[in-house]
């Protein structure tokens, strides 16, 4: 017996722990609350295909088929995860919405690499963020001629307000 995408679908919506019989009373109860047509259909198809599996094997079926979507739906889960932790480091320095922001003597905001172990702050492979006076950013330019950072983005600040230099892509946001 050959069940679509669909009908596996409301099998694994509908599926009861009684089996077989509770199944088909859900999907015979899903099937007098439908308006749509083709819905319908697909529904007495599921009822139909499923009447014709003898009882033992068809609770197992049924207990397959809803463990199989279960585990799709933890598997994308679990695939999301991993790849939220395996993106950028996370950033330090200064938070977006810190006071450093809104300081009267702010005028940038830049996030930047750190290179190597010579640079005035961090150890190399973490990214900060920074809220800096015109002072502190040609400081960081200079650290950034020496190649000890790499600055990622650079923003200029006014009253709290980020002006972004280019569209921000990606973690930089």
Do not use: W
Not at 99 to 118: F, N
Not at 122 to 129: H, K, L, Q, S
């Amino acid at each position: 017996m050959r069940f679509t995408q669909s009908e596996l679908e409301l099998i694994y919506q509908y599926a009861m722990p009684g089996g077989k019989d509770a199944t088909l009373t859900e999907l015979r109860a899903v099937r007098r609350a439908v308006k749509e047509p083709l819905t319908k259909a697909i529904v007495e198809n599921t009822i139909d295909k499923l009447l014709e599996v003898p009882e033992p094997e068809c609770s197992r079926f049924i207990a397959d088929t809803k463990a199989r979507f279960l585990e799709q739906r933890d598997q994308s889960i679990r695939d999301r995860l991993a790849a939220a932790r395996a993106q950028e480091p996370p950033m330090l320095g200064h938070d977006l919405f810190g006071l450093e922001r809104y300081s009267p003597h702010t005028r940038h905001m830049v996030v930047v690499d750190i290179l190597t172990s010579d640079s005035p702050v961090g150890f190399p492979g973490e990214r900060y963020r920074f809220f800096l006076s015109d002072e502190g950013y040609k400081n960081a330019k200079k650290s950034a001629e020496r190649g000890e950072i790499k600055i990622r983005s650079h923003a200029a600040v006014g009253i709290g307000r980020l002006y972004h230099d280019k569209k921000l892509t990606g973690p930089e946001r």
